[in-house]
């Protein structure tokens, strides 16, 4: 049986791995297909595909957006999009431009709270295009502020605590167009995380190619509710660990594993679009 992880992240965003080091993890999972779906960035995407193409894996381009629906976020994957599409990189510069003035707010409050975390500790930790909290609270952690990563979640940065700052976000209907005007799938990451299960109709409506229906967080019980949703709604079905390399514990790549059977249709749905492309 062949498998795919579909959902990973890398050093481009809030990961621990190079593309390379991602790639030979994969590797060693015996894993078929991989995609690299970084937060608000393709950037890493180049790297990993040529590190598949050198083993002999597939690869799938990909992205994860921050968009919101109703006061709700939600995570939008983006699949065999076009890295060179000129709207879609234009869009990924103001989301990261919005994640680094982010990160000055953070830091600010942090210093309000009389936590002498500096934003260049940060953006020196982070390395990349797209920080966000992952990169604050490993900074705390480095620099002695805090405990350990989920103490840094639970007391500053979790939506609610005294240095977390929103985002502003697309709308979620404007993240399946983006997605799609540059070549690709969309499809809603982990639904069962945020228990957005109500909005689903409405992103079907507008667009939605598919939904991650295999995903860490997802238990058996709740990974069978979503391939029922995606079976009444012709969705596409997804799935991957969500690995951001060694941020927490063990790295995920290769615990949850896609049956191939489902890349495929993702091929063919991508074949589709493709051919009736203008
Ligand atoms: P951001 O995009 O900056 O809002 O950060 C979101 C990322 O932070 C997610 O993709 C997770 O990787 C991580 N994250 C969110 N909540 C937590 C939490 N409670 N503990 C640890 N990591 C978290
Ligand atoms: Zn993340
Ligand atoms: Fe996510
Ligand atoms: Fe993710």
Redo the contacts with the bound molecule.
């Keep these: 049986m062949k498998f795919a992880d579909l959902h990973l992240h890398t050093q481009f965003s809030?990961g621990t791995f190079t593309p390379e080091e991602l790639v030979l993890r994969a590797q060693n999972s015996g894993l078929a297909c991989i995609a690299l779906t970084d937060?608000d960035t393709v950037e890493g995407c180049a790297r990993a595909a040529a590190a598949c193409a050198a083993v002999k894996m597939e690869f799938i381009t990909g992205a994860e957006l921050?968009a919101e629906h109703e006061d709700t976020e939600v995570h939008v994957l983006g699949y065999f999009l076009d890295p060179q599409n000129e709207v879609l990189l234009g869009k990924i510069a103001k989301f990261q431009a919005v994640r680094q003035s982010r990160i000055h707010e953070m830091v600010a409050a942090l210093n309000r709270l009389g936590v002498p975390l500096t934003a260049e500790a940060v953006f020196t930790l982070a390395n990349c295009k797209s920080p966000?909290?992952?990169h604050v609270a490993r900074a705390l952690v480095k620099e002695k502020l805090i405990g350990n990563?989920?103490e840094a979640?639970e007391k500053y940065l979790?939506k609610g605590r005294p240095a977390w700052v929103p985002?502003t976000k697309m709308s979620a209907l404007e993240s399946v167009e983006l997605i799609h005007q540059a070549g690709g799938l969309a499809v809603m990451a982990h639904p069962g995380l945020n228990r957005t299960d109500d909005i689903i109709p409405d992103l079907v409506d507008a667009g939605l190619d598919g939904i991650e229906c295999f995903h860490t967080k997802h238990s058996t019980v709740m990974s069978e509710r979503y391939l029922e949703i995606a079976e009444k709604y012709h969705l596409l079905v997804t799935g991957g660990s969500d690995c951001?390399g060694f941020s927490k514990k063990a790295p995920l790549i290769g615990t949850v594993r896609v049956p191939y059977a489902y890349v495929e249709k993702l091929y063919a749905a991508n074949k589709a679009t493709t051919t009736n492309a203008p």
Excluded: S
């Design positions: 809030d937060h921050t966000g909290r992952p990563l989920d979640f979790k985002k951001h």
